[in-house]
């Protein structure tokens, strides 16, 4: 078992960052959601031992977040979304400086600080003082730093943040290849569900500090209702009406598209609208389902609370 937490809440005066919380994450690539001010950077704290729970037990690799956190930051790379880097030094000094902190020595911290730099993608750039660097080489040191002592797990806190796109993908790939490659587990905090979308296999969402929604990003997505897109050539009016007496809901797109949702509980429902079609009197042009993202996921659940 990667995390389990058990009613954690952490309490700044009477501001609930969360709120008796428990979860269970076995590991792998997972996504944590959550608008700003949900609990997520709090939590990550929590887990580092920079943030002790007011109340409840968590554990890490079956480690006590509150007496055993130097044995937890042991196996544990973070990469914060607030800056941490000192601008002067370069790539290499402050990489290798926190291998030295992780209690490597300084020829091995050296000589891997290197390693996670050119697989991070800064290669000559590595000997300019940071105070030099883009946001997106930034962005990248704080990778390499948090991966120069070969953790178990990656916590990642906006990793894109203020990257451009190009830079934005790579640095999603990377993250994709030391989950499926490197054998690193990674919890990924972001508020961008593209980025979520594209590495992790699984995700849980915070809303004021509570948990709203876990699972696998498949299945949710298969839990989602049937939607469809039709364009259609005739009375309107009749066939939107015609839907809702059968369980129908429908919007009218700005271009004249209907985006047509089922509340059956069947998922062959699409045969439907051509009996619906025929009895309106109107021709049906397309039919096409579409397909759920995270982002419909999300928007559900934060609809709910």
Do not use: W
Not at 6 to 14: A, C, K, L, T, W
Not at 42 to 65: C, E, W
Not at 113 to 131: N, Q
Not at 270 to 297: M, P, Y
């Amino acid at each position: 078992m990667l995390l389990e937490v058990r009613d954690v809440s952490v309490i700044f005066g009477s501001n609930h960052a969360l709120n008796e919380l428990s979860i269970n994450l076995e590991g792998g690539a997972i996504g944590l959601l959550g608008p700003n001010g949900a609990g997520k950077s709090t939590l990550l704290k929590m887990l580092l031992g920079f943030v002790t729970p007011s109340q409840g037990d968590a554990k890490l690799f079956g480690l006590d977040v509150k007496s055993e956190q130097e044995e937890i930051r042991e196996q544990v790379g973070y990469m914060p979304e607030d800056e941490c880097l000192i601008p002067q030094m370069n790539a290499v000094q402050l990489v290798s400086y926190a291998g030295e902190i992780c209690g490597m020595p300084t020829k091995d911290a050296m000589q891997r600080a290197h390693e996670v730099l050119f697989y991070v993608g800064i290669d000559e750039e590595r000997y300019r003082p940071i105070s030099g660097y883009s946001t997106g080489m930034r962005q990248r040191v704080k990778l390499a730093q948090a991966l120069i002592h070969d953790p178990k797990l990656l916590l990642l806190d906006e990793p894109t943040n203020g990257m451009d796109t190009a830079g934005r993908e790579e640095m999603l790939l990377l993250i994709k290849d030391i989950a499926e490659n490197k054998g690193i587990n990674v919890i990924l905090s972001s508020h961008l569900l593209p980025d979520v979308e594209s590495v992790c296999h699984e995700i849980f969402a915070l809303s004021n500090g509570n948990l709203v929604v876990k699972g696998n990003i498949e299945e949710l997505r298969k839990d989602e209702k049937q939607t469809f897109d039709l364009k259609i050539v005739g009375d309107r009016e009749t066939f939107i009406n015609t839907l809702g007496d059968h369980s129908f809901t429908t919007e009218v797109k700005t271009d004249g598209r209907l985006r047509v949702t089922s509340t059956r509980e069947e998922r062959t429902v699409g045969t439907v609208f051509f009996k619906i079609a025929h009895e309106t009197g109107v021709q049906l042009r397309q039919l096409k389902e579409v397909e759920h993202s995270l982002e419909d996921v999300f928007a559900e659940v934060m609809d709910i609370v």
